[in-house]
Nanobody, 122 residues
Framework: QVQLVESGGGLVQAGGSLRLSCAAS????????VAWFRQAPGKEREFVAA????????YNTDSVKGRFSISRDNAKNTVYLQMNSLKPEDTAIYYC???????????????WGQGTQVTVSS
């Protein structure tokens, strides 16, 4: 069983940066893909980025290309999402998720955190 806790959200002005953290407990993330999703009010949960255990990275290039980057610190059992050049449309609750398999689909992930709010003001 994997427990995930997100942190690092907050209020930031457009053009600013935030770094989200996803800390895992219960077991190591070795062998797991960790992904970030986000959900804006009234919208479906959207894939943002995923980092596989092998190091393969997948981004939702349409929405975050060149602005967001995902990384992991195995010693801390934590995955990060660095978000730069933030836009008001990035406002959402950001969730991390983990699973042994890599996917861009929410239904494929068995473990989820509680989410952290990111609000970008114009």
């Amino acid at each position: 069983q994997v427990q995930l806790v997100e942190s690092g959200g907050g209020l930031v002005q457009a053009g600013g940066s935030l770094r989200l953290s996803c800390a895992a407990s219960g077991r190591t993330l070795i062998g797991y893909t960790v992904a970030w999703f986000r959900q804006a009010p009234g919208k479906e949960r959207e894939f943002v980025a995923a980092l596989g255990w092998s190091g393969v990275i997948t981004y939702n290039t349409d929405s975050v290309k060149g602005r967001f980057s995902i990384s992991r610190d195995n010693a801390k059992n934590t995955v990060y999402l660095q978000m730069n050049s933030l836009k008001p449309e990035d406002t959402a609750i950001y969730y991390c998720a983990a699973d042994p398999l890599t996917s861009t689909m929410t239904a494929r992930y068995n473990y989820w955190g509680q989410g952290t709010q990111v609000t970008v003001s114009s």
